[in-house]
C-alpha cells in the first residue's frame, strides 16, 4: 500500500513549536484516514491522532494534552500536525500513514513506514 509522505521535522526548544506536513503521495479515495504516529529511541511506535477523511473527525490520544492539533488543505491535499508546548519527551521520528478507518488505527502495523520525520526537542 502507498503510504504518505512526511515533512517538517527540525530542532525545537521546549515549549517551542513544530508543524508537520503529510502529502498522500497519490491518495485520492476520500475513504481512507490519515493517522500521526511517533517512536521515540528505544520506544514502540506509538499512534497519536487519526483524522477521518470522510466525516472530518479528528481523534487524539489523551496523552497530548491538546498539545497536538490536526489540520486539513483540502485543496493542496495536505493532512498537518502542529505541535505546540513542545517537551523534550516529543524527540521522536513522526510518521503518517493512510488507512480505510480510524478505528484501532494505534495498532496499525506496516512492513514499510517509511522514513519519517525526526522531530527533536532540547531543553
Known amino acids: 500500500q502507498v503510504q504518505p509522505v512526511e515533512s517538517g521535522g527540525g530542532l525545537a526548544q521546549s515549549g517551542g513549536s513544530l508543524r508537520l506536513t503529510c502529502t498522500p503521495n497519490?491518495?485520492?479515495?476520500?475513504?481512507?484516514?490519515i493517522a500521526w504516529f511517533r517512536q521515540a529511541p528505544g520506544k514502540e511506535r506509538e499512534g497519536l491522532s487519526c483524522?477521518?477523511?470522510?466525516?472530518?473527525?479528528?481523534f487524539y490520544r489523551g496523552i497530548l494534552g491538546g498539545r497536538f492539533i490536526v489540520s486539513v488543505d483540502n485543496v493542496n491535499n495536505k493532512v498537518y500536525l502542529q505541535m505546540s508546548s513542545l517537551k523534550p519527551e516529543d524527540t521522536a521520528v513522526y510518521y503518517c500513514?493512510?488507512?480505510?478507518?480510524?478505528?484501532?488505527?494505534?495498532?496499525?502495523?506496516?512492513?514499510?513506514w517509511g522514513q519519517g520525520t525526526q522531530v527533536t526537542v532540547s531543553s
Open positions: 500513514a493512510a488507512l480505510s478507518s480510524c478505528s484501532g488505527y494505534e495498532l496499525l502495523e506496516l512492513d514499510d
Open positions: 497519490g491518495l485520492t479515495s476520500v475513504y481512507y484516514s
Open positions: 483524522y477521518s477523511m470522510s466525516d472530518g473527525i479528528t
